[in-house]
């Protein structure tokens, strides 16, 4: 609708600009207008309108014409832009435990939106853990409070001991405004392993899956990165599945007690 009016307007900038180039052939412009002036200083006045009004409406024209042709840019640029998004050509990367803990944290500090964190072990992370590990599960809560324009969401298995962990997660972000907890019922604890995939998303930009054949021990790679805004996108609506299956025990301005009849006594 905006392209059609501003070459609407162009044409008729256009044809003001043809009746004004051949008006003084008009006979009664010529015999009313031209054919009156008769002094100098009148004609030059005439002349000077006549000048004005054709460089007025050349004015016009040229202003539609680098519209047309910023909106004609702008319109290809969102094109390409849109190609780009879909063909990327997928980039995939192994990480290993360590590797993953350390490249995740460090996304997670950058993060301009958000952060959506999967926990599927049947067991909290314990101390004597590897350092790397220990270090990103107690600098975690520190980054998610220090973002607070960045939305925090984490799902986490639904098993007593990390209900236990989960409510020790929550008391530490009750001051927190931008972070929320939630637990999803999968297999019993018995089983390591979950049905649901693990998943880490920041900003629609990057994925991790992880823990993908076993929470720990791996000889090669455990995790796996993913750079690609199509896949990423399709794990993030996976993940917001899971959300919704889950049971959301803390959200930004739950008191301690909330938190604790949510997790402990509604389940």
């Known amino acids: 609708m905006k392209n059609l009016l501003t070459r609407l307007l162009f044409y008729l900038s256009l044809l003001a600009q043809l009746l004004l180039a051949i008006c003084p052939f008009i006979p009664w412009v010529r015999e009313n207008i031209w054919a009156t002036q008769i002094t100098v200083n009148g004609f030059a006045s005439t002349l000077a309108t006549y000048i004005g009004v054709e460089f007025g409406c050349l004015g016009i024209m040229v202003a539609l014409v680098l519209s047309d042709i910023r909106q004609q840019g702008k319109e290809a640029t969102d ?21 993953f803990y350390k490249e995740f944290l460090g996304h997670c500090i950058s993060a301009k939106h958000y952060v959506k964190i999967c926990y599927f072990a049947p067991l909290p992370p314990q101390h004597g853990a590897p350092a790397v590990r220990e270090k990103y599960y107690r600098t975690l809560p520190r980054v998610m409070k220090a973002n607070p324009d960045t939305t925090f969401k984490r799902i986490i298995r639904d098993t007593d001991a990390n209900r236990v962990w989960a409510y020790a997660l929550v008391s530490d ?49 455990r995790d796996v990165a993913l750079e690609n805004e199509v896949l990423v996108s399709v794990l993030d609506r996976y993940f917001d599945r899971l959300w919704n299956l889950s049971r959301v025990v803390f959200k930004p301005g739950d008191s301690a007690t909330a938190a604790h009849k949510a997790i402990f006594e509604e389940y």
């Not at 998004?85 to 290993?96: A, D, E, G």
């Not at 629609?204 to 054949?213: K, M, N, S, T, Y």
Request: aromatic share 6%; proline share 4%; hydrophobic share 45%.
């Open 79 to 99: 094109q390409f832009r849109e190609a780009l998004r879909q063909y990327t050509p997928l980039q995939v990367r192994p990480l290993k435990e360590n590797e």
């Open 173 to 221: 972000l009750l001051t927190a405004t931008n972070c929320s907890v939630a637990l999803l019922k999968d297999l019993d604890a018995s089983k390591e392993m979950p049905l649901a995939l693990s998943v880490q998303i920041v900003d629609e930009r990057d994925a991790w899956l992880v823990a993908v054949g076993e929470h720990a021990g791996s000889a090669m790679y």
